[in-house]
């Protein structure tokens, strides 16, 4: 009897081991997958030319494969939405772990999980059909699909993951520090900023992280009202085409060096993503040294 | 001395047989060449292939030039192009067949006075030298061009036919036909392009050299913004019996739901 209990035992070790791998085999797969497929291109085109290269004509009759007006975006777009949603994303935040009242709370948390849950392609639609044309008359502009329209829509889209991940950070700060402060006299604004917001820093840091991992990596939402011209962004109203919108808008008629050109795009994204997350990992360790 | 001839001959046949070896293959099909053409050609050869179990159709990517080059070459059965044959071409021993008419709708939005641009203007609006519509009898405003992605058959086939390759200043380069519909019917100062057939009546159609896009204009020649596609075959030299079936069936009126399918005007 004890040992077939062990040896079911080994069996569901063994099996939740298998399950484990395979998570990490993706990520070995996709790397080097996209590290083979990424790199011979930029060797081709040269990593300079590549890198620092204003002009993306991939399917001209002299082809250029310059993709900095790619990188420029994607960075204006992920500061911006970041600028724009971590203000309202903390502060909204902030009311619902300290100020809200329970209903308000159960009920302001609902939308900000259905939120999370609406699909990119969603925001794109929405954002083409209603945020687009807003854009454009409220600004004066010929167009409003361009970099703002953008910002706006991945504003929205890492609300949710900010709001979240600010809301558990500062329900973790122990009680006692709120109660000490209040005790020696403070008030209870004085506590939040003074107390609270500092104590819960790495774990709002990690939320930033966590939006502009969100924003850099959207895709879908961005295509759809970013305009995609390969522009240098050097207006809000700039038609401009991201890192992510450069792989898929491409990707489906593209042959030859223009498709290994693609794949050096993602990988230069991917270098990004995990830089984000070595980030990431690195604020969370910090937390817990805490 | 006899047998080394009959040797060499048999060598030299084998060659020329190799050189053509995708083509003597009895149950296949190989066709190369244009890539605007490879939604309707992959109909036809999905088609073919459910109708004639035990036989292969290959489709290779190329463009309409690699295309007409492969069957001249006798690397493949049947090149596509997307494009009339040039005279050397046609002097090669090649013959072009026309399977279908890829007519492109220039559309704006319904709100926009315009109704009719010549094809000279089209091309001036998508480089950039006519910015505004006042210049083309419209309500003052800058222009807004909306177009596709680079490597789009619509887009290769707009820019070849008003000869504006590499050269259009897009304000918006969108991934499929219906994003360009929604946004030129967004704004009032957009104007697209688009397949005739997946035109929708949120925009206006305009007319070219004063003839409205339809399938009539569009197979007559009569509307500009059109070109053929074409089944290049060697004048000289019959097709394998499969190959003959598809060329066959693709001219065919059982072919013609399957090409109106793929956005484009059926020859026949």
Known sequence: ?290 | MKKILSLLLALTLTLALTGCSSGSGDASVSTDGSTSMEKVIGALGERFMEDHPNTTFTYNPTGSGSGIQAVQEGRCQIGLSSRSLKEEELAAGLTGTVLAYDGIAVVVNPENPVTDLDTETIAQIFTGQITDWSQVGGQPGEIVLIGREAGSGTRDGFESITGTEDLCQYRQELTSTGDVITAVSQNPAAIGYASLASVKDTVKLLSVDGVLPSEETIRQGSYPIQRPFLLVTRSDEPLGQTAQDFFDFALSPEAYELIAAAGVVSAN
């Open chain 1, 1 to 290: 009897m004890k040992h077939t209990a062990k040896r079911s035992e080994q069996v569901i070790h063994a099996l939740f081991f298998l399950l484990g791998m395979v998570a990490v085999a993706c990520v070995i797969l996709i790397t080097v997958y996209l590290v083979f497929s990424g790199l011979p291109a930029i060797l081709q085109i040269g990593p300079g030319p590549f890198l620092t290269g204003k002009v993306w004509a991939s399917t001209a009759a002299q082809p250029q494969y310059g993709i900095l007006p790619f990188i420029l975006s994607s960075l204006a777009g992920t500061a911006g939405a970041i600028l724009l949603g971590l203000p309202v994303g903390f502060l909204t935040a902030l009311y619902l772990a300290k100020l809200a009242p329970p209903r308000i709370r159960a009920l302001l948390g609902q939308a900000v999980s259905v939120l999370a849950g609406i699909p990119s392609v969603v925001y794109g639609l929405v954002g083409m059909m209603v945020l687009v044309p807003a854009v454009r008359s409220l600004f004066g502009v010929p167009d409003g699909a361009g970099l703002l329209s953008a910002i706006i829509v991945l504003a929205i889209m890492i609300l949710p993951s900010i709001v979240k991940m600010t809301v558990t950070a500062l329900n973790a700060v122990p009680q006692e520090y709120e109660a000490a402060s209040l005790a020696l006299g403070a008030t209870a604004e004085e506590t939040w900023v003074r107390v609270t917001i500092p104590a819960a820093r790495s774990g709002i840091a990690a939320a930033v992280v966590l939006g502009v991992g969100r924003a850099i990596g959207e895709s879908m939402a961005v295509m759809m009202v970013a305009g995609n011209a390969p522009n240098l962004p050097d207006s809000l109203f700039q038609s401009v085409r991201f890192l992510t919108t450069a792989v898929a808008s491409e990707m489906s008629y593209s042959s030859g060096l223009q498709q290994q050109a693609l794949f050096s795009i993602a990988l230069v994204l991917f270098l990004f993503i995990m830089l984000l997350n070595a980030l990431l990992n690195f604020i969370l360790k910090g937390e817990n040294k805490l």
